[in-house]
């Protein structure tokens, strides 16, 4: 498996090397589901010194298909984030066509997790304790304790690769933190970490979270659990009318890619009535998206 970065006009390399690199791990365990030679990540992330703008494009190359995404933002981090994460959810559609029944299993798999979010202990006797994870899973809460902002998004990838669902229990305090940046994280580790059983606390997140960041890591974070919740659709729907663009931005993503007349029709309702420019220009991508072919 062949992968490149470049980094285009960038300042201090170091940690934004470091980044990439662990998400370029991290996508090559999921691609390693996949069959052929032709496997390859590229990666540019560059910098816009005049307009204080960081944008990352990730281009993957799987068998019988490129997939790909661009993010821009004025913080790094964000941007490579949100741009692997969008590869991610391309990724596990594609594997979902392999693994029909992957989210019933993810869901028994999820049970104990589920404990854990609700307040339940895992079984009579004993809850999580440090000793509950693996070695790799204690380092990554040492680096979520970090200053380093890096070094926090790090942990939480790191946990969300493992997927040890006695995590969870650490993870939940992180859900409610003074910095909206950890709250997000944690929440999209949630996700990927409990499955289903974080439905609850994602849905109530994106209804009563403030902070926009953290409202559209929730809605993120449900979008692979929608089949699994029928109330997951109508928070989609209702995300498309946030106060803030960049959550709409992200609601309007998430239901064009839902196969449902009732999606169809409120993106179509919310292009109509849409005023914001950026909020507009992704809707015109939803929009040929859902041309018929």
């Known amino acids: 498996m062949k992968s490149t970065i470049e980094l285009k006009h960038v300042g201090p390399r170091q940690h934004v090397q470091h980044l990439l690199e662990e998400l370029i791990g991290r996508l090559e365990d999921r691609l390693r589901h996949f069959r052929g030679e032709a496997l390859s990540i590229h990666v540019v992330f560059e910098e816009n010194g005049a307009r204080k703008l960081y944008r990352t494009s990730v281009t993957c190359h799987i068998p019988r298909r490129i997939i790909a995404a661009h993010e821009e933002h004025r913080d790094p981090g964000i941007s490579i984030r949100e741009s692997f994460a969008e590869i991610e959810r391309q990724l596990e559609k594609q594997l979902a066509r392999f693994r029909p029944h992957a989210l019933r299993r993810r869901a028994a798999r999820s049970l104990v997790a589920g404990c854990l979010i609700l307040g339940i202990p895992a079984s009579p006797a ?12 204690v380092e990554a809460l040492r ?21 040890e669902p006695p995590s969870t229990g650490y993870i939940r305090k992180y859900v409610d933190d003074r910095n909206p940046q950890r709250r997000a994280d944690a929440l999209r580790a949630m996700a990927a970490i409990a499955g289903p059983a974080a439905i609850p ?12 960041r953290v409202r559209r890591a929730a809605l993120l974070g449900l979008e692979p659990l929608q089949p699994a919740d029928p109330g997951v659709f109508p928070a989609f729907l209702k995300a498309l ?5 960049t959550v709409r931005m992200a609601a309007v993503d998430v239901v064009s890619r839902i196969d449902d007349p009732r999606a169809r029709e409120a993106i179509f309702t919310r292009q109509q009535r849409e005023r914001h420019g950026d909020v507009r220009r992704v ?5 040929k998206r859902l041309q018929p072919k």
């Open 126 to 137: 004993r809850s999580a304790e440090p000793s509950d994870l693996s070695p790799q899973a």
């Open 283 to 287: 809707l015109a991508l939803a929009l």
């Open 201 to 212: 606390l994602l849905l109530r997140k994106l209804q009563e979270e403030r902070h926009p």
């Open 241 to 245: 009318r946030d106060r803030h663009p």
């Open 143 to 163: 680096l979520i304790e970090s200053r380093d902002p890096y070094q926090q998004q790090l942990g939480f990838l790191r946990l969300e690769a493992l997927r």
